[in-house]
Nanobody, 123 residues
Framework: QVQLVESGGRLVQAGGSLRLSCAASGRTFSSYHMGWFRQAPGKERAFVAG????????YYADSVKGRFTISRDNAKNTVYLQMNSLKPEDTAVYYC????????????????WGQGTQVTVSS
């Protein structure tokens, strides 16, 4: 079992930056591949970024490439999402998730989810 708790979401102006954190419980955190997803009102949950357990690979949605960076600290059981050059269209609830296997961009392959943190970008 893994429990995930996100933090760091808030209201920010366009062009600003935020860093989201996701703290995980459990002693096997490093064995999980982690992902960030977001869901805007009226839209489906969408992949944002992913990172493998061994930190060897990272993945990004085209819409955030060059602006967002995913990272993790396995010693602290935490995964981060650094978001720069934020745009109003980045407004959403952001979720972190953990998976053992499967396709990194498919929500259904993730086994554990956090409760989400709201990011609002004003124009």
């Amino acid at each position: 079992q893994v429990q995930l708790v996100e933090s760091g979401g808030r209201l920010v102006q366009a062009g600003g930056s935020l860093r989201l954190s996701c703290a995980a419980s459990g002693r096997t955190f490093s064995s999980y591949h982690m992902g960030w997803f977001r869901q805007a009102p009226g839209k489906e949950r969408a992949f944002v970024a992913g990172i493998t357990g061994s930190l060897t690979n990272t993945y990004y949605a085209d819409s955030v490439k060059g602006r967002f960076t995913i990272s993790r600290d396995n010693a602290k059981n935490t995964v981060y999402l650094q978001m720069n050059s934020l745009k109003p269209e980045d407004t959403a609830v952001y979720y972190c998730a953990a998976r053992n296997s499967g396709t990194y961009y498919k929500p259904e392959t993730y086994d554990y989810w956090g409760q989400g943190t709201q990011v609002t970008v004003s124009s």
